[in-house]
């Protein structure tokens, strides 16, 4: 059974990055046809995806975000990491990671990770 789990602050300062950190448990990063997503959630927009890394460590960003993301990973201990730059009180969200499967879709969320921008 696959298992992702966010974990990071809960509270951001404006202008500071936030980073977020998604361990995964029952299966590798590295394993083929797999992407690892980063998908947040706010009550004025709803579900918006961020982007994602693949198996091979290749990155893909939303258009509207990729100037403030960066998704990195740490192989030797099966995470992959979330950092959006320069935030705002419109980047509080629920963030979650998730993973897709190529060809078939979104298979395993993580439960989600509260984030507060605020002063």
């Known amino acids: 059974q696959v298992q992702l789990q966010e974990s990071g602050p809960g509270l951001v300062k404006p202008s500071e990055t936030l980073s977020l950190t998604c361990t995964v448990t029952g299966g590798s990063i590295t394993a083929g046809s797999y992407f690892w997503n980063w998908i947040r959630h706010t009550p004025g927009k709803g579900l918006e995806w961020m982007g994602f890394i693949d198996y091979s460590g290749s990155t893909q960003y939303s258009p509207s975000l990729k100037s403030r993301t960066v998704i990195s990973r740490d192989t030797s201990k099966n995470r992959f990491t979330l950092q959006l730059s320069s935030v705002n009180p419109e980047d509080t969200a629920v963030y979650y990671c998730?993973?897709?499967?190529?060809?078939?879709?979104?298979?395993?969320w993580g439960q989600g990770a509260q984030v507060t921008v605020s002063s």
């Open positions: 998730a993973r897709i499967v190529e060809g078939e879709g979104l298979d395993y």
